[in-house]
């Protein structure tokens, strides 16, 4: 059995957004790190799909993750109880995490041993696609349980992104989603934009997505 880690907490820092994000982008290029920002709504599977990736990724990549939320710090409890070097950011009620918290919570990483770094935004579609905090790429994260239409009425997200994950796969048999529209839609809005299809409940999809990220770590 592991023992607890430590959970460092960081809160709300302001300064100018941009700045913040070049003085990330420095740190990472320097460090050869890449680091991924993952948006979706509340309850996406954000989280989960981060912990179906720590065997995946034993011996390949050398990770931490930085979890967004509007207060508590239970997302990185979880993270950490399975060996994550993980700290936790709350925006304490901003809707989106900004780029001089995540570049103070990275410096405090050991930047030294790293490959990648997940950044967990805070719950929300909107905000946090609007918004640098120095990633090489954005990762739309949706369930389906939230419903076909959402690239079309939240399309910067779809736009920005690198790449979407479309969670929690195994409860299709169960619901009324239409797989065949949801995919029509997200090429209306990206046509380029990979999807991976992945139940973290199940491991289905799971080892084509890790693939994808160490791709993405040599490639960058």
Request: proline content about 5%; overall charge negative.
């Amino acid at each position: 059995m592991m023992s607890p880690r430590e959970i460092r907490v960081y809160r709300d820092l302001m300064g100018d957004n941009e700045t913040w994000a070049g003085e990330t982008r420095t740190v990472l290029g320097a460090h050869g790190i890449v680091m991924l920002n993952l948006i979706g709504s509340p309850g996406a599977g954000k989280t989960r799909l981060l912990e179906s990736m720590v065997k995946p990724l034993e011996g390949r990549a050398r990770f931490a993750t930085l979890e967004g939320d509007v207060e508590t710090t239970r997302d990185a409890e979880r993270l950490g109880a399975l060996g994550v070097e993980v700290s936790q950011l709350l925006s304490g009620g901003s809707c989106h995490l900004e780029a001089k918290m995540v570049h103070q919570a990275l410096t405090d990483l050991p930047v030294d041993n790293l490959d990648l770094v997940f950044v967990e935004n805070v719950g929300n579609m909107v905000c946090p696609a609007e918004f640098d905090l120095g990633e090489q790429a954005k990762v739309a994260v949706l369930s389906v349980t939230e419903g076909e239409d959402k690239p079309l009425k939240y399309p910067l997200l779809f736009r920005e992104a690198k790449a979407l994950v479309l969670t929690k796969v195994d409860l299709l048999p169960h619901l009324e989603f239409n797989l065949p529209l949801c995919l029509q839609n997200i090429r209306t809005v990206n046509a380029d934009l990979p999807v991976f299809q992945v139940s973290a409940q199940t491991g289905e999809g799971v080892d084509r997505w890790t693939q994808w990220v160490v791709e993405h770590l040599t490639n960058s």
